[in-house]
């Protein structure tokens, strides 16, 4: 069955300073997707960065980048640089490609607060 | 810019009330879903829809009813409000296919039944 752990309920991190929220994933599909998405404390959910799983180079996007293990199934987001407009809850999911998984669904992990400190 | 608006970001409902909570969005997504989001438990899946009239169960959907009969609207029902469905509630959409198509999210609703 698919599912997301985020460990890290809380993190801190410097201003100026990078920072890696951690992600571990489970699926039994080949082809499937990962996101990461910020929620700032005004709750909306923001669209972060994609990993495809036949991707052979890490994405990025600006400052944020994704560590992407795919033996050790995992997906690790690192933001460069800390800015205080960082600090908010951050998730990932995941996907499985519908064509094969029978399913629209996107798995969600139960999120990593991060506080950036001035 | 894909638009997915909720239509309220804060409610308040008495116990035993039938409770609407509707979404738009403006990009003929095929993919509509309600989530409801606790602190510790991220988010789960209460119901999706992938086509007109079309509907699965998610997660948690006891407690829940939803409609889809347009495509740009997907409305989510608590056919008897109770207190345990205080909540912040989220609606997305997606396009259909593809995996690697992010979910695009409406600003949320505060929900408190009292």
């Known amino acids: 069955a698919q599912k997301i752990t985020q460990t890290q309920p809380g993190m801190f991190v410097q201003e100026k300073e990078a920072v890696t929220l951690d992600c571990t994933y489970d699926?039994?599909?080949?082809?499937?997707?990962l996101f990461w998405y910020k929620q700032p404390s005004s709750g909306e959910m923001i669209f972060l960065i994609y990993?495809?799983?036949?991707?052979?180079q890490n994405a990025t996007e600006g400052r944020y980048s994704l560590n992407f293990q795919k033996a050790r199934k995992s997906a690790n987001l690192v933001i460069s640089a800390s800015q205080l407009g960082d600090s908010a809850m951050y998730f990932c999911?995941?996907?499985?490609?519908?064509?094969?998984?029978?399913?629209?669904?996107?798995?969600f992990g139960t999120g990593t607060r991060l506080k950036v400190l001035a | 810019d894909v638009k997915v608006t909720q239509s309220s970001r804060y409610l308040v409902k008495r116990t035993g009330e039938k409770v609407f909570l509707e979404c738009v969005q403006d990009?003929?997504?095929?993919?509509m879903f309600w989530y409801r989001q606790d602190p510790g438990l991220g988010l789960r899946l209460i119901y999706f829809?992938?086509?007109?009239?079309?509907?699965e169960k998610g997660d948690i959907p006891e407690g829940y009813s939803v409609s889809r009969e347009k495509k740009e609207r997907f409305s989510l029902i608590l056919e008897s409000a109770s207190t345990n469905q205080t909540s912040m509630y989220l609606c997305?959409?997606?396009?259909?296919?593809?995996?690697?198509?992010?979910?695009?999210f409406g600003d949320g609703t505060r929900l408190s039944i009292l």
């Open positions: 990993q495809g799983s036949y991707d052979e």
């Open positions: 999911a995941m996907r499985e490609d519908p064509y094969s998984s029978g399913t629209y669904k996107y798995i």
């Open positions: 829809s992938y086509d007109v009239k079309m509907k």
């Open positions: 997305a959409s997606s396009p259909g296919g593809l995996s690697n198509q992010p979910q695009h």
């Open positions: 990009m003929d997504h095929e993919n």
């Open positions: 699926t039994s599909d080949q082809s499937y997707g």
